[in-house]
T-cell receptor, first 111, second 115 residues
Framework: GENVEQHPSTLSVQEGDSAVIKCTYS??????FPWYKQELGKRPQLIID?????GEKKDQRIAVTLNKTAKHFSLHITETQPEDSAVYFC??????????FGTGTSLTVIP | DSGVTQTPKHLITATGQRVTLRCSPR?????VYWYQQSLDQGLQFLIQ???????AKGNILERFSAQQFPDLHSELNLSSLELGDSALYFC??????????????FGNGTRLTVT
């Protein structure tokens, strides 16, 4: 089955700086990669996703890049704000119709 | 609001007891997933149903079972509860087509406390 690794497990940045979270996957059949943000005690919420036919996608301050050859994808948050503090999960989906989640990154933005 | 409804929001029960968690997926979604999230832990996949049939099984204990009904709502049954079963249980739904990927939409979860 698929194995998704996520790094780092914790990340602290100063407000206004950028944050990068990286994930690797093992199954070349995986072709859809969503990212979720989970605030304390709340549900994971989809923030951005990318499909395997696209190398990069942006939505305001967040972007995701995908390198299919290396089997890794990354979340980039620019101009971080305190409200970006949360746990972020990456995931990979393949035609087995299963989602495989990374272990999460706890991001703290220091004002 | 994700459109996924989970009830109850909170559940407090004693060890050895049995509880049922309920989930109604978003309108049009055929696939339902159950996840367990213990304190400060990641999302542990339990089980997935698609249009009433079990599609995939994850780290689900034998004491746990689930089903998806003809109206597509799903129930997760947890029996012989232990202290370690205390966790946040999320239901998520998606369109669920095996050939077309679509994102998961999570409900607000049921927080289970076993005392």
């Amino acid at each position: 089955g698929e194995n998704v690794e996520q790094h780092p497990s914790t990340l602290s940045v100063q407000e206004g700086d950028s944050a990068v979270i990286k994930c690797t996957y093992s199954d070349s059949a995986s072709n859809y990669f969503p990212w979720y943000k989970q605030e304390l005690g709340k549900r994971p919420q989809l923030i951005i996703d990318i499909r395997s036919n696209v190398g990069e996608k942006k939505d305001q301050r967040i972007a995701v890049t995908l390198n299919k050859t290396a089997k890794h994808f990354s979340l980039h948050i620019t101009e971080t704000q305190p409200e970006d503090s949360a746990v972020y999960f990456c995931a990979a989906w393949n035609t087995g119709n299963q989602f495989y989640f990374g272990t999460g990154t706890s991001l703290t933005v220091i004002p | 609001d994700s459109g996924v409804t989970q009830t109850p929001k909170h559940l407090i029960t004693a060890t050895g007891q049995r509880v049922t968690l309920r989930c109604s997926p978003r309108s049009g979604d055929l696939s339902v997933y159950w996840y367990q999230q213990s304190l400060d832990q990641g999302l542990q996949f339990l089980i997935q149903y698609y249009n009433g049939e079990e599609r995939a099984k994850g780290n689900i204990l034998e004491r746990f079972s689930a089903q998806q009904f003809p109206d597509l709502h799903s129930e997760l049954n947890l029996s012989s509860l232990e202290l370690g079963d205390s966790a946040l249980y999320f239901c998520a739904s998606s369109v669920g087509d095996a050939l077309y990927n679509s994102p998961l939409h999570f409900g607000n979860g049921t927080r289970l406390t076993v005392t």
